[in-house]
């Protein structure tokens, strides 16, 4: 390979040869949004070419089609622009500092495979984005030479909206000089491509989302959740099929096969023209690359272990404070079953079996999380009238009427502002540093944050903006990450108001095994929980179901 000179005057003078002005006037910049627009010029030993796309998305997901640096997802980012033509590529070397990457990438043409080695150069301006390709020759196994082109993203004039998408302008530019047909092919192949941006952006969107799992959602709506159309059990499967985000019966015509790119393989998902809509609302521009693997525990990092660091808030503050006294032969009593120790001091032997029930975690495998799967065992909700079939509904869960039988034998008065349930917050929250530790009671109509170590957030809520009511349907720890770009989630106001990007639950559960209380934790960030952090989790929602489900609650002070 010849020995490449990247400095930035010659990187200008690349991107100056790609200039085309003729083409670009007979590109209007006004073109409709998701309708490429082709120009071509043709000389005696050249080809050029631009087009031109106006999308509406978020700038976040606009970097991540078009500069990622991952490997796996630069890989799924041409299979959804280039289709079957794509066969394999890879990321080379990556230069953050100078911005430029070198890539490779294979193609199909007909019979035969080729092979193109390139490099990209990332120019930001004050409205948008300079993505220079340059062809690096001199490689054996190089069969394209002759192909010089760029993108050129701008932004258009938007009016400001809560998805805080834009609308871009995306023009190729691209030119072959002396180049041989398979060079001309390929620059078609990258023109045409930005025919696929709208589609792909979309498929990215669909990927971020908790999808249902169809063998274990039971429905049995009798007309098309989008156009309402009577759907019968008994018609036969070519005259409709199940959306695979909302899970609901919906007729041929509103459904829409899409096929993802995602984890190194290939998936088929029908998705309805409802929920095609609604993933338009979703906030998308705090989503990258990680996302989605933040939805399952994580290792600790090495030296760090929350079970110690509670461990060690409550030895320093057992002396001088009853309450965290009183927690601490509750958690006795947890971590060894027959123990009748009621001593008012803790002696070596509690500590130790103190430090061991703490800090002893189960493994990786056994961290449990709803969303780990990206499945969820349930509908999205349906509003009771068709009218209101825009509004998304909370689901309820199976023995709901059992559950809230549970609730009304507890004494919710005595528990709000609990010392002992409001200590507890406080010691997580320590660990964690998140914006709040909530314990939520959900009954009825409502849910009652009963304690919190931000009193501010102790009050009554609609249950039907509350991500804890989801938490009620599998009955397991529920992380969610970025719920804005979640379309069950989206349209919560604590969502948009509190900013909220970060929360995880534990269920809370009474002697007869039913979901009483959501011990959870929220952040105005993307976080991630580690082993550590789920087992100290696990094992203090188990000290607010002793102290909830105790007939004698210490209550605060309202002093």
């Given at each position: ?35 490429l627009v082709l120009a071509q010029s043709r000389q005696q030993s050249q080809l050029e070419l631009a087009s031109y796309i106006n999308v509406n998305c978020s700038y976040t997901e ?46 199909r043409s007909i019979l035969k495979t080729y092979q193109w080695i390139y490099m990209e150069n990332y120019r930001y301006t004050t409205d948008g984005i300079i993505i220079t390709i ?267 009427e059992d559950r809230l039988n549970a609730v009304k034998k507890l004494n919710i008065a005595n528990l709000i502002r609990n010392k002992e349930l409001m200590q507890i917050c406080e ?133």
């Amino acid at each position: 390979m010849n020995e490449l000179d990247l400095s930035d005057n010659n990187l200008i003078a690349q991107l100056n040869q790609v200039t085309f002005s003729d083409l670009i006037d007979t590109c209007s910049i006004q073109a409709d949004l998701n309708k490429l627009v082709l120009a071509q010029s043709r000389q005696q030993s050249q080809l050029e070419l631009a087009s031109y796309i106006n999308v509406n998305c978020s700038y976040t997901e606009l970097l991540t089609l078009f500069q990622t640096h991952d490997g796996s997802q630069y890989i799924a980012n041409l299979k959804e622009l280039y289709g079957s033509a794509f066969v394999r590529g890879n990321i080379i070397h990556t230069d953050l500092q100078r911005q430029l990457s070198i890539r490779q990438s294979t193609f199909r043409s007909i019979l035969k495979t080729y092979q193109w080695i390139y490099m990209e150069n990332y120019r930001y301006t004050t409205d948008g984005i300079i993505i220079t390709i340059n062809t690096i020759n001199g490689d054996p196994t190089q069969m394209l030479n002759g192909i010089t082109a760029a993108y050129i993203i701008k932004i258009l004039p938007t009016e400001e909206n809560l998805r805080r998408n834009l609308n871009f302008n995306i023009m190729f530019k691209g030119k072959v000089i002396n180049g041989s047909r398979i060079d001309k092919k390929q620059l078609k192949l990258m023109a045409n491509s930005l025919n696929n941006v709208p589609l792909a952006i979309t498929n990215r969107q669909i990927i971020v989302q908790h999808k249902a799992c169809l063998t274990k959602c039971s429905v049995n709506n009798n007309y098309c959740v989008s156009c309402i159309k009577p759907i019968f059990c008994y018609q036969l499967p070519y005259f409709k099929s199940r959306c695979g985000l909302c899970a609901y019966n919906i007729c041929k015509s509103c459904s829409h096969p899409r096929t993802l790119y995602n984890k190194d393989k290939y998936e088929t998902i029908i998705v309805c023209s409802r929920c095609l809509v609604r993933l338009k609302y979703c906030n998308y521009s705090n989503v990258d690359e990680s996302t989605v693997t933040h939805r399952s525990i994580m290792l600790d990092d090495e030296g760090h272990d929350a079970g110690q660091s509670v461990y060690t808030y409550l030895i320093d503050h057992m002396e001088d404070n009853p309450c965290v006294k009183a927690l601490v032969k509750k958690i006795l009593k947890l971590g060894n079953e027959d123990s009748t120790s009621t001593r008012e001091q803790i002696d070596t032997i509690d500590r130790n079996t103190l430090k061991e029930y703490l800090t002893s975690h189960p493994p990786l495998e056994d961290c449990n999380v709803s969303t780990a799967s990206g499945l969820r065992s349930y509908p999205i909700g349906l509003p009771p009238t068709l009218r209101e079939l825009d509004r998304m509904i909370t689901p309820k869960p199976h023995n709901e009427e059992d559950r809230l039988n549970a609730v009304k034998k507890l004494n919710i008065a005595n528990l709000i502002r609990n010392k002992e349930l409001m200590q507890i917050c406080e010691i997580v929250n320590a660990e964690l540093q998140n914006l709040s530790t909530l314990i939520v009671m959900i009954i009825n109509t409502q849910m009652c944050v009963v304690a919190s170590n931000d009193p501010s957030f102790i009050q009554f809520y609609d249950k039907d903006e509350s991500i804890c009511q989801h938490m009620l349907m599998d009955g397991k720890p529920l992380l969610v990450t970025n719920p804005e770009a979640d379309m069950k989630f989206y349209n919560f106001p604590s969502i948009r108001t509190l900013d909220i990007k970060f929360y995880f639950s534990v269920p809370v559960f009474s002697p007869d095994n039913y979901i009483i209380a959501s011990f959870c934790t929220i952040d105005t960030s993307v976080k991630r929980i580690t082993v550590s952090q789920y087992s100290m989790m696990r094992k203090l929602s188990e000290l607010v179901a002793m102290i909830i489900n105790d007939p004698n609650p210490v209550v605060l002070s309202q002093n």
